[in-house]
C-alpha cells in the first residue's frame, strides 16, 4: 500500500519517483527511482529508520536510513513539506528536489513506467 509518492526532476532532465510503502510483508519500505533520457538511471529501495524534523525555514521533514537492498550500504533518503504545502525529497545524492504529490494511482504508475525504463537499459532488475 502506497502511503506517499511524489514525483520531481533535476535541472539535468533526470526525473525521480520517490515512495514510501508497506509491502506485501506488511513492512514498511521506501523506494527511489532516477531515470534520464541519457540513457541512465538507478533504482534504490529497502527498509528504512524514520526521524522527523523541522528545519530554520518551516519545512517538516522525514528523514530515512535507508538499507539500499540493490547495493547492500545504507543511504539517506528523505521528504519534507512546507507550510504552503510544496513538497521535496532527497536524491540519492541527497540534493533536495522539488516535487508534486501523486495519487496511489498515479505513484504506481510512474513507479512501473521507471522500472520498464530501466529495465530496458539492462540494470538487472529482473525479466
Given at each position: 500500500m502506497v502511503t506517499v509518492g511524489v514525483y520531481g526532476g533535476n535541472s539535468d532532465g533526470t526525473e525521480l519517483v520517490f515512495t514510501m510503502f508497506?509491502?506485501?510483508?506488511?513492512?514498511?519500505?521506501?523506494?527511489?527511482?532516477?531515470?534520464?533520457?541519457?540513457?541512465?538511471?538507478?533504482?534504490?529501495?529497502?527498509?528504512?529508520?524514520?526521524?522527523?524534523?523541522?528545519?530554520?525555514d518551516g519545512t517538516m521533514w522525514t528523514k530515512l536510513t535507508v538499507h539500499d537492498?540493490?547495493?547492500?550500504?545504507?543511504?539517506?533518503?528523505g521528504v519534507g513539506e512546507t507550510t504552503d504545502d510544496k513538497v521535496f525529497f532527497y536524491d540519492s545524492d541527497g540534493n533536495v528536489i522539488e516535487g508534486k504529490y501523486l495519487s496511489k494511482e498515479e505513484t504506481i504508475d510512474y513507479m512501473a513506467s521507471a522500472v520498464n525504463v530501466l529495465r530496458s537499459l539492462d540494470k538487472g532488475l529482473g525479466d
Open positions: 508497506t509491502g506485501p510483508d506488511g513492512l514498511d519500505y521506501t523506494s527511489l527511482f532516477d531515470f534520464n533520457g541519457k540513457g541512465g538511471g538507478d533504482v534504490f529501495c529497502g527498509q528504512y529508520e524514520r526521524q522527523t524534523e523541522t528545519d530554520e537492498v540493490y547495493t547492500d550500504k545504507d543511504i539517506t533518503l
